[in-house]
């Protein structure tokens, strides 16, 4: 089946067709081998060769009759994109012909040249081996390229000879162990049967759409995936009907295609336009575990990228792409639950069951205030620093949203103010009951970066653009650690249950500073969170460095998620990528200005010299407009020049300072990226004189209203 005829097919026969999913296997090995791969899934045993070889050739088969004939080790190497090395299926025999092949082997490990991803100093050229290692529990999937061409992608992750990771998928991995051996840990001591315990995500992720005509002529956005300038257009133009009307027919296209799309790769997308900022979307699949769901978060972002083409429109990822007009994020809808199926986040109303709530609730709370820093870090990118605190995005300070019927329950577990709300006069922890807490008390608050929204935590920090990978693989971490703080301690108890309220009410009443139900965009919060010694880490290359101190190096370690050596290579690149994206940015921006926005203002100069000659040569004598115009273009003009000229001297200056990743970061950060919001505004300026027909590139107006 190819592209074109899906409409005409139900979705229930389209869903999942390209994914090698739980479904084919049952139905395509044999019992044994699909039982086998399913105890290696849930990390119970090693995957064998003999095994592998089965799975390999039934894979085989499949892709085969979907018209594959490449398969590829897909990965996610720290550029934050995903790599893949196409091979073919094809084997030569004697007699000239060939047979369809593909291994255990093959299907288990691959050996790409990791010469070319960043690696920041852990591989030396000369050692340039990196390996792809099959991530048994994210399914294999069938990729079409729009002439009809099938690759079979089997997600791995990617390791160098030496076994460190290079990917972002080895650290998310080991963070999910982590949090399973530490949980079961803990709920052991509840006397709870469980054999697994694994943590869920939906990403919600937002994103623009422009019309690729316009696009194209906006090197900025091409190169960087924002406007690095760009007038605002006017209220009344935002609010235009006509506008509005037409962007809803192009882009109700491209979403049922969208999700058609993703139907096919096994991705549970439901679609819906999103109100706040004109041509912006959201779009939010049904969870899945972690790795699963940063997998197809990555092929969500990448479908999306494609699918515009096919509509002669840019899909937008970037978490700023327009100053002034609301940013897009990602929402990490965040759950940890059990191989029997509990939702260890739902509060739930069975008594025995409330206990494993309060206590992994507790241990968020603790987790989040500890290690805010890090989960700041984890959303932290170049694009982001326009967002975070910027009132319209979560503030750059952690808290965390529980509403008050939570926050109520918490306070009288801790000795505080009994708990009177309904009928509940008391709570005893494992004794009474905890209310269902209805949605909409739990959803109030939408400012609030990290919310408790029902049954999960919405981390809404996380940039649109990055993988999920690293805000979970530190969320995981860091809640496995006290986890497992919580397992020492309750372990070594005589009397588990009396430790347990005391575990609760000490953890709560020592970290309760992180919790807060009010309003986070407000001027009160910032002042009342530095009361409270909140951490305000107010940008990226800040955010960077916390990876490398102590307690970050102490916490990896302790659970094996990520050595130092690891840390600190992984600081290094992400400064070193900081700094190359302020660096195209600022290029552009003189580029853009220097080549088209100064000369647009010399020809309407000239213009206004031509016009006020003209007036004077006839004698009329009115040029006073014409010549109060000509000198605010040209003084504008003059002040772009300099601008300009200022940003070129100090972009040479940051340029030079490559030996030192964190001292470039910061030039670029302090010196380049500032000087930069000079540029912006004097060509604005310049961009409100000239007329329409004279402004040599496409406006906000082309963009975020012309589809
Ligand atoms: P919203 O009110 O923010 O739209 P939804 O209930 O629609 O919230 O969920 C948004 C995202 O959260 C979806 O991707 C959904 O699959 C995901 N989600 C729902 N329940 C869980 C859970 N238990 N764990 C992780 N993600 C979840
Ligand atoms: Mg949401």
Redesign the pocket.
């Known amino acids: 089946m190819n592209i074109t005829d899906f409409t005409k097919t139900p979705v229930n026969e389209i869903y999942g067709m390209n994914s090698f999913g739980d479904a084919v296997m049952r139905e395509r090995l044999p019992k044994s081998i699909y039982n086998e791969l399913k105890l290696v899934q849930k990390g119970s045993n090693r995957l064998s060769s003999e095994v592998a070889e089965v799975v390999a050739n039934a894979m085989k088969d499949w892709a085969l009759e979907r018209g594959a004939t490449h398969y590829t080790h897909w990965f996610q190497p720290l550029t934050g994109l995903t790599a893949e090395k196409h091979d073919s299926f094809i084997s030569p025999t004697e007699d000239g012909r060939v047979i369809m092949e593909f291994s255990g082997k093959e299907l288990m490990q691959g050996e790409p040249d990791a010469s070319s991803f960043p690696s920041g100093g852990l591989r030396a050229t000369f050692e340039a081996r990196g390996y792809t290692a099959w991530d048994t529990a994210s399914p294999a999937f069938l990729k079409e390229d729009n002439s009809g061409g099938v690759t079979l992608c089997i997600p791995t992750a990617f390791i160098s000879y030496t076994g460190e990771a290079l990917d972002m998928k080895v650290p998310l991995l080991r963070s999910m162990e982590a949090i399973n051996k530490q949980a079961l840990r803990v709920l052991k001591i509840l006397g709870m049967n469980v054999e697994q315990v694994i943590t869920?995500?939906?990403?919600?992720q937002e994103y623009f759409l422009v019309d690729k005509k316009f696009y194209d002529k906006r090197p900025d956005l091409m190169l960087t995936g924002r406007t690095v300038i760009g007038s605002k257009p006017s209220k009344g133009q935002e609010m235009d009907d006509h506008y509005f009307g037409a962007i809803k027919s192009r882009a109700s296209g491209f979403m049922s295609e969208l999700n058609m799309e993703l139907w096919k790769l096994g991705i549970a997308a439901k679609t819906q336009h999103n109100e706040v900022a004109p041509n912006q979307f959201e779009i939010?699949?049904?969870?899945d575990s972690s790795n699963v769901a940063t997998d197809r978060n990555q092929l969500l972002m990448e479908t999306l990228k494609k699918v515009a083409a096919r509509h002669d429109l840019v899909a937008l990822l970037h978490e700023k792409p327009f100053a002034g007009v609301n940013g897009s994020g990602k929402?990490n809808?965040?759950?940890i639950s059990t191989d029997t199926g509990i939702?260890l986040l739902e509060p739930g109303d069975d008594p025995i069951k409330n206990a494993h709530f309060i206590l992994f609730l507790v241990a968020i709370i603790k987790a989040v205030d500890k290690y805010a820093p890090l989960l700041r870090m984890s959303a932290a990118n170049a694009g982001n620093d326009h967002r975070l605190g910027a009132n319209e995005a979560p503030p750059a300070i952690i808290s965390i949203f529980l509403g008050d019927q939570l926050t109520q329950i918490l306070e009288s577990l801790s000795g505080g103010k009994k708990y009177t709300n309904g009928d509940i006069e008391t709570i005893e922890l494992g004794v009474s009951t905890i209310p269902k807490l209805p949605k909409d008390l739990t959803?109030r608050n939408r400012t609030s970066p990290f919310a408790f929204?029902g049954?999960?935590f919405?981390f809404r920090m996380v940039p649109s653009s990055m993988s999920i990978a690293n805000p979970n693989t530190i969320l995981n971490t860091a809640v496995a650690d006290i986890l497992s703080e919580f397992a020492d301690r309750l372990e070594k108890s005589s009397n588990p249950k009396e430790s347990m309220k005391e575990l609760v009410a000490e953890t709560y009443n020592k970290h309760k500073r992180v919790v807060y139900n009010g309003n986070n965009y407000s001027n009160e919060w910032l002042k009342e969170a530095e009361s409270r010694g909140l951490a305000n880490i107010t940008n990226t290359v800040d955010a960077y460095t916390e990876m490398e101190k102590d307690y970050s190096v102490e916490l990896f370690s302790r659970h094996s998620v990520l050595t130092k050596t690891e840390l600190e290579s992984r600081c290094e690149i992400h400064l070193e990528s900081y700094s190359q994206q302020i660096n195209i940015e600022a290029s552009i921006m003189i580029e853009l200005t220097k080549k088209q926005v100064f000369p647009a203002a010399g020809r309407y100069i000239n213009q206004l010299s031509d016009t006020i000659t003209g007036l004077k040569v006839s004698g009329v004598n009115n040029e006073t407009g014409f010549m109060k115009m000509l000198g605010k273009v040209s003084e504008n003009a003059d002040n772009l020049y300099n601008n300009i000229i200022k940003l070129e001297e100090l972009l040479l200056t940051a340029q030079t300072i490559d030996s030192n990743p964190l001292e470039q970061a910061n030039a670029y950060r302090k010196v380049v990226f500032a000087q930069m919001a000079n540029v912006r505004e004097a060509s604005d300026t310049l961009e409100t004189l000239v007329p329409c027909d004279m402004w040599p590139i496409p406006t906000y107006l082309d963009l975020l209203f012309r589809l």
Do not use: L, Q, R
């Open positions: 869920s995500v939906g990403p919600e939010a699949p049904i969870f929402h809808n965040w759950s939702n959803d929204t049954n999960k919405e």
